[in-house]
């Protein structure tokens, strides 16, 4: 399949000279074919000699800022955009700068901030961050300065769209931000050791207490105050087989709020897939600044991988005509069909692919134009 992809057209929409097209979709494909973000894994899986790529890929690092080129990734016909923290293990990473404890106040590693826009049941990152204990500690910084960071860099991006969070934003300086930003939010509360308090009113009198019958109608409480400080609506839901309810507290009208949670809940494994396909718990650097380099070029290869393996999904087992992919709608089939059996990156990454040379040429030129569409801010439907 790799000789197929024309990696390096998709590298032509992302970054501007011939030299960093060139070394950027070499780097790409040997994260695609070592499924690993590791430099020595990359550079082995690249054409030529270990050391010659080793150092190409020290030196595009160096030159490039492939963060910049991560956020061409933004959908603009996003419905709304995920925020999703993920825990990256590092245990024996003692001297590494940027590398501090975890939550369990043990194990070693660092937290990756991800930002993305769904599509087909998974998600197209578009920016992140970094952070760690030891990171708060060097640079005077909290994880509420680190997420607050984060929402004033993808402001201007995302627009009016609301921002889907779960429990782990669920604390009031954060909610004081957001509000203050008026950025649209839906957040589900962390209702584990501590569950936080609400009141009716800001002077604390009348609390609330959240309360919902098990498989009962979604129970809904406007205008209530968050540790009396932060006015929100809120609302419950206890689904078939959870042990207890979900609240989420929004900004939107609660209804609507409901429905993206419930949207976001099914691609959650997004992020999943680039630790279980590519591997991104051994990405490993010895700055902070590489780090984030070479995690972009992860996710831009992520993105890739997830447009082209929905694609051939559609094609190998939904009988979609190349000509006609529509990677914003279902193909029409059974419930039986294997369709369902595999996501795109994991039939791309580990599957072998039964379409001929002609197909494949097809689909990849049909992605492509998605990719350029998506990256020029234009409806990825428009070339149907």
């Not at 494909?29 to 499924?35: D, E, F, R, V």
């Not at 960071?149 to 009016?160: H, P, R, T, Y």
């Not at 993105?303 to 094609?315: K, M, P």
């Amino acid at each position: 399949m790799h000789k197929y992809m024309r990696i390096i057209e998709f590298a032509k929409e992302l970054f501007s000279n011939e030299k960093e097209i060139k070394t950027a979709s070499e780097i790409i494909q040997g994260i695609l074919i070592s499924k690993s973000p590791r430099i020595s894994d990359v550079a082995d899986a690249m054409e030529g000699e270990y050391e010659g790529s080793y150092k190409k890929i020290q030196r595009f690092l160096k030159q490039t800022t492939p963060k910049e080129q991560l956020n061409l990734l933004f959908n603009e016909e996003a419905e709304y955009v995920i925020g999703d923290p993920t825990e990256i293990e590092r245990p024996h990473a003692h001297k590494t700068k940027y590398v501090g404890t975890l939550r369990d106040g043990k194990t070693k590693g660092f937290w990756m901030l991800t930002f993305a826009t769904p599509i087909r049941g998974r998600a197209i990152p578009f920016h992140f961050l970094t952070y760690s204990s030891r990171t708060f500690e060097e640079q005077v910084s909290s994880r509420n300065l680190e997420h607050h960071k984060a929402i004033q860099e993808i402001m201007q991006l995302i627009g009016d769209r609301p921002v889907v969070f779960d429990r782990e934003f669920s604390y009031l300086e954060l909610l004081k931000n957001l509000l203050e930003a008026k950025m649209k939010f839906v957040i589900r509360l962390n209702m584990r050791a501590n569950p936080p308090n609400f009141y009716y009113d800001k002077d604390q009198k009348r609390k609330l207490r959240l309360r919902i019958a098990p498989l009962g109608k979604p129970r809904i409480y406007r205008k209530v105050y968050y540790m009396g400080i932060a006015r929100m609506n809120v609302i419950g839901f206890w689904l078939y087989g959870f042990k207890a309810p979900i609240w989420v507290m929004t900004n939107l009208e609660p209804e609507k709020a409901l429905d993206l949670y419930f949207k976001r809940m099914k691609i959650e494994i997004s992020f999943r897939d680039l630790k279980s396909l590519l591997n991104m718990d051994k990405v490993m650097n010895k700055s902070q600044e590489q780090l984030e380099k070479m995690l972009a070029m992860l996710l831009i290869s992520y993105a890739i991988s997830l447009l082209l393996g929905e694609a051939i999904r559609d094609v190998q087992y939904a009988q979609v005509d190349p000509d006609a992919i529509d990677l914003l709608a279902h193909p029409q089939i059974g419930k039986r069909s294997k369709w369902y059996s595999f996501s795109g990156p994991f039939l791309l990454l580990k599957r072998r692919c039964r379409l001929s040379g002609h197909q494949l040429r097809k689909i990849v030129s049909a992605v492509l134009q998605i990719f350029i569409n998506l990256v020029l801010g234009k409806s990825v439907r428009s070339f149907v």
